[in-house]
């Protein structure tokens, strides 16, 4: 007799409480909770996260603390979203995951991208790069001031391991007046970056991946599509031949080339419909 | 060492080996649908595809339980008139590449799969079986008459190989198979999902938010062998066994039941899409060790008396 596990470990639902609630912006907060297996995500894995009687939705990992806790950094943009964020301490919610590819750590100098909440998988990724002792540069963007996150930890970073942080916002209300990917170029044309890492609108990153291959820099980078199951069954979140959810989330640059037609330009829906991005 | 051959014909089409992706796993690009044929499968089932686009249901549609995976996804699809783009982007596929229909009437299914077939699919497989979605799929696949009609209309409208897809959620699955033939179903594939569903404790509530869903993986295998036993001495027609298959082994065990191919679906979350050539392997070592040269010749053995 063959007793197989017929199971995924991670994969398991598990309810947690939140434990706390942080207001990183108007309309963006952190909610930590506890469960062993989110602790131990890689930068850039995400889970999927079940508001009950609302909605289950992927989400990256934004910090794992040592004694078990996790987090999750959400911006209301739908009914999902918005339900996660006015939920309280206390609260349920299920988890499942961490699923996907992890970003990896390079050697010397990295080049960090990330605009609005594509700032949560980074922000992980930030922290995990300067334990390694990578020289790490940052480009936080945003619309405006309102929108920037993690602010107070990007400057302590800053402060106390020397990491160069800049702030962009497109009404120049705080830091540099103007897009990330406009900063970034001109720190390419005159330095050398082992890596780019990037997370945010896809229209961005396909603009950081441009820049990647004109000035011959590695990229490893943090994709999003509609998904359903999470475990590489469902079809939801294809791109070209790839499953977002157990390819990627995070694509380096030998994939990237390879889905390059599809990047910033086109995904499917929750219908199947391939539309323009 | 004699060569062992894998290669199957079911219903007019010939396949390298019996494995087979099945309908409503990954099957929703023509990319996608690539990668499993790359991988190893000999043939492709599409995720099923309607008249009319659908969302689907909001999640969770997909989740674990004990012994498999339980989904109610709501046959989200972009309707076949867009998806015919998808069909046309695999006209150079090696292996047969088999279109999944539904639809909520005869003529529905029927006008459906005459589309599939205008743009390319090498046969249709008709959903009488989905068991989450009202109007449609198991709701109206467990009635005979209901699936005559439905098998009789695509029928009358295409000229390539029609499956049916049973449902096991009915008291006589060869009952409904033999409907099925009797209208001119060129195959029937056995078995879809079975109606269930989990509830969470901690928050009281359905954890699928259609609260009902369709259960797949290790838990129905034995249904389903099942299912496909009492097909074989039901109808003459070929019969393609799916259902928590995971292994090499499972694949046989349908085989000697009666099916002379095996589509997998489930298993492929735990196993990758290597899955179909890890099969393909196991089978022909079992066929080669028990002296059989072509694995045509292990189907329905079974039955023996």
Redesign the interface.
């Known amino acids: 007799m063959?007793l197989?596990g017929?199971?995924?470990k991670n994969?398991?639902?598990r309810?947690v409480k939140i434990l706390d609630i942080k207001t990183e912006n108007p309309s963006v907060k952190t909610l930590f909770f506890r469960d062993e297996m989110c602790s131990s995500a890689g930068p850039g894995q995400f889970i999927?996260v079940?508001i009950?009687?609302?909605?289950?939705?992927p989400l990256s990992i934004s910090s794992t603390r040592p004694e078990g806790s996790s987090s999750i950094t959400v911006a209301e943009v739908g009914e999902a979203t918005k339900a996660l964020t006015r939920l309280n301490i206390g609260d349920?919610i299920?988890v499942?995951g961490p699923f996907g590819s992890s970003f990896k750590v390079t050697d010397g100098r990295a080049l960090v991208i990330g605009g609005g909440t594509g700032m949560a998988p980074l922000m992980m990724l930030i922290n995990r790069l300067v334990e390694e002792n990578v020289e790490v540069t940052v480009i936080e963007g945003a619309v405006d001031s309102s929108k920037l996150i993690f602010t107070e930890e990007l400057k302590a970073l800053s402060e106390n391991y020397g990491v160069r942080v800049f702030f962009t916002t497109e009404d120049g209300s705080y830091g540099v007046k103007g897009l990330a990917t406009n900063l970034a170029k001109k720190l390419l044309r005159r330095e050398r970056f082992n890596m780019i890492y990037t997370c945010g609108p896809e229209k961005m990153i396909r603009k950081v991946y441009n820049m990647a291959r004109y000035y011959s820099v590695e990229l490893q980078t943090s994709l999003e599509r509609y998904?359903?199951?999470?475990?590489?069954?469902?079809?939801?979140c294809?791109i070209?031949?790839y499953?977002v959810c157990?390819d990627g989330p995070v694509f380096d640059m030998v994939r990237l080339r390879e889905i390059e037609k599809y990047l910033g330009a086109y995904r499917?829906n929750?219908?199947?419909?391939?539309v323009p991005i | 060492m004699i060569a062992i051959d894998l290669r199957t014909r079911v219903a007019g089409l010939d396949m390298p080996n019996p494995t087979m992706l099945a309908s409503g796993i990954l099957g929703t690009t023509a990319d996608i649908l690539r990668e499993a044929a790359n991988a190893g499968a000999g043939a492709v089932v599409t995720k099923s595809v309607g008249l009319k686009p659908r969302e689907g249901y909001p999640n969770p549609t997909v989740i674990q339980v004990e012994c498999g995976f339980l989904n109610a996804v709501g046959l989200p699809n972009p309707g076949i008139r867009k998806f015919v783009d998808e069909i046309r982007g695999l006209r150079d596929l090696k292996v047969p590449l088999i279109v999944s229909v539904f639809g909520f009437s005869p003529k529905e299914y029927a006008e459906a799969a005459r589309l599939a077939v205008e743009a390319g699919a090498s046969a249709v497989e008709l959903n009488l079986s989905c068991p989450h979605v009202k109007g449609t799929g198991a709701e109206i696949g467990q009635d005979p008459q209901t699936v005559k009609l439905i098998v009789k209309a695509v029928k009358s409208r295409v000229n390539r190989p029609v499956f049916a897809k049973l449902t096991p959620n009915t008291s006589s699955i060869s009952n409904l198979a033999e409907a099925a033939v009797l209208a001119g179903a060129d195959a029937i594939t056995a078995i879809n999902t079975v109606r269930a569903m989990a509830i969470d404790i901690e928050t009281f509530r359905p954890i699928l938010a259609n609260k009902f869903g369709g259960l797949s993986g290790a838990a129905i295998k034995p249904i389903a062998v099942r299912c496909v036993y009492e097909i074989y001495e039901a109808v003459n027609v070929p019969i393609i066994g799916c259902g928590g298959i995971r292994d090499w082994r499972d694949a046989v065990e349908f085989m000697l039941a009666g099916a002379c191919a095996v589509q997998i679906g489930s298993a492929i979350a735990l196993e990758g899409l290597s899955i179909f050539k890890k099969i393909c392997d196991g089978i022909s070592k079992f066929l080669e060790r028990k002296g059989f040269r072509s694995v045509n010749e292990i189907v329905g053995l079974a039955h023996k008396k």
């Open positions: 063959r197989l017929w199971h995924i994969n398991m639902l309810v999927m079940w009950p009687g609302i909605d289950e939705i349920l299920g499942r998904m359903r199951c999470a475990i590489g069954i469902c079809g939801s294809t070209g031949k499953r157990t499917y929750e219908r199947g419909e391939k």
